[in-house]
């Protein structure tokens, strides 16, 4: 099983919302920071947020105060709440640890937002 899988993706209309999830192998998540990506059309791949083990967040000033990241320490998993969504959000978004280590980019998940 790949070491983190996303999920959670769609289609979804400007202003509207979406929750992706990440599930995280238990010998990766255990102490780090993890983090979410996002690659619109082209090679960049930008932070969109970040979450310490402890629970401190860090955001992209793109995003602020629409995204909420969190984890579940019981789950191995973290989240990604997506609120008032706009076109330039479209994109794939990844999970991640921060720094990002390349032996574990998955195939991230779709986020496409449209009328």
């Known amino acids: 099983q790949a070491p983190l899988v996303e999920s959670g993706g769609g289609l979804v209309q400007p202003g509207g919302s979406l929750r992706l999830s990440c599930a995280v192998s238990?010998?990766?998540?255990?102490?780090?920071?993890l983090a979410w990506y996002r690659q619109a059309p082209g090679p960049r791949r930008d932070l969109v947020a970040t979450?310490?083990?402890?629970?401190?967040?860090y955001y992209a000033d793109s995003i602020k105060g629409r995204f909420a990241i969190s984890r579940d320490n019981a789950k191995n998993t973290v989240y990604l709440q997506m609120s008032s969504l706009k076109p330039d959000d479209t994109a794939t978004y990844y999970c991640?640890?921060?720094?990002?280590?390349?032996?574990?980019w998955g195939q991230g998940t779709q986020v496409t937002v449209s009328s």
């Open positions: 991640n640890l921060y720094p990002s280590r390349m032996a574990y």
């Open positions: 238990g010998s990766i998540f255990s102490g780090n920071t």
């Open positions: 979450i310490t083990m402890t629970g401190v967040t």
